[in-house]
C-alpha cells in the first residue's frame, strides 16, 4: 500500500497547470501550494503536457515531496493500530486482540484516541518513507 499511494501522489504532483487536456492539469489545491504541480519524471515529462525535460532539482523535490505525503499518508492510517497494539502490550490479558483493543481506545478516549502519540509516530515513518523512496526513485533512474 506505501508503494500505491507514494505513486498516486507522484501521479498528481507530475500535472501541468497549462495542458489542454482536462485530466492533465492539477487539482485545484495545487495552485496554491507552491511547487507543487508542473513536474514530472525523465521517462514520461510530454505525456503530462511539460515542453522540457525536468531539471535534477525539479525531479528531487518531485520525489520528496511526494515521499514525504506518502509518509503522512501512512502514519495517518496506522496510527489507530498502533494505538491499538500499544495498549495491547501495555495491559496483557486485557484484550481478547485488536478488535477489543481498538474498541477500547475508541470508547475510553473517543476518536482523538486513535491519534494519540501522533507526532512520535510521524518523527518515526516520516524520515523513513522519504529515505526509502528518494533512494527508490534513484536507483530506478540509475
Known sequence: TKMVTYN????ALKRS??????????AAWQAYVPGSCGWSELQD?????????????EQLSLIFMTSTAAGLAITITTSPLTNARTHIMANPGVHSGLPS?????????GPRGYFRGFAAQ???FG???????VCWEKLRLW
Not at 498516486?8 to 501521479?11: C, I, M, N, R, T
Not at 495542458?19 to 492539477?26: L, Q, V
Not at 524520515?127 to 523512496?133: C, E, G, L, N, S
Open 8 to 11: 498516486e501522489l507522484k501521479d
Open 127 to 133: 524520515p523513513y518513507a522519504t529515505v526509502q523512496f
Open 101 to 109: 483493543a481498538l474498541w477500547y481506545v475508541g470508547r475510553t478516549y
Open 45 to 57: 515529462w510530454r505525456t503530462f503536457g511539460h515542453d522540457r525535460p525536468p531539471t535534477a532539482l
Open 17 to 26: 497547470p497549462g495542458h489542454t487536456d482536462p485530466s492533465k492539469r492539477p
Open 122 to 124: 510521524w518523527a518515526r
